[in-house]
Nanobody, 119 residues
Framework: QVQLVESGGGLVQPGGSLRLSCTFS????????IAWFRQAPGKEREGVSC????????WHEESAKGRFTISRDVARDTVYLQMNNLKPEDTAVYYC????????????WGQGTQVTVSS
């Protein structure tokens, strides 16, 4: 069973930076995709960024482009989301999720970490 544990959330001022970590274990598939989603109060959950283990290819939601970077540390079984130039509208609970590359369903989710951007 895949397990995902997020960390790194917190309170930051507008324009500041945070790095979220998603440490994973239990993968049985050769290739997988890990994504970061977020959910703000009263809003639907939305995808932010994802990365593929097969070739390292990335996808970023439009508002994240140029500000967020997703990366992986294979030795540490961890995916990072580096968030720069944070804005109040980035405030949300951030979740990491995983799926096998061939499976369209996000089958595994972490518990979430709160990111608050406020002065």
């Amino acid at each position: 069973q895949v397990q995902l544990v997020e960390s790194g959330g917190g309170l930051v001022q507008p324009g500041g930076s945070l790095r979220l970590s998603c440490t994973f274990s239990g993968f049985t598939e050769t290739y997988w995709v890990i994504a970061w989603f977020r959910q703000a109060p009263g809003k639907e959950r939305e995808g932010v960024s994802c990365i593929s283990s097969h070739d390292g290819s990335e996808w970023h939601e439009e508002s994240a482009k140029g500000r967020f970077t997703i990366s992986r540390d294979v030795a540490r079984d961890t995916v990072y989301l580096q968030m720069n130039n944070l804005k109040p509208e980035d405030t949300a609970v951030y979740y990491c999720a995983a799926r096998a590359t061939i499976d369209p369903t996000w089958a595994s989710w972490g518990q979430g970490t709160q990111v608050t951007v406020s002065s």
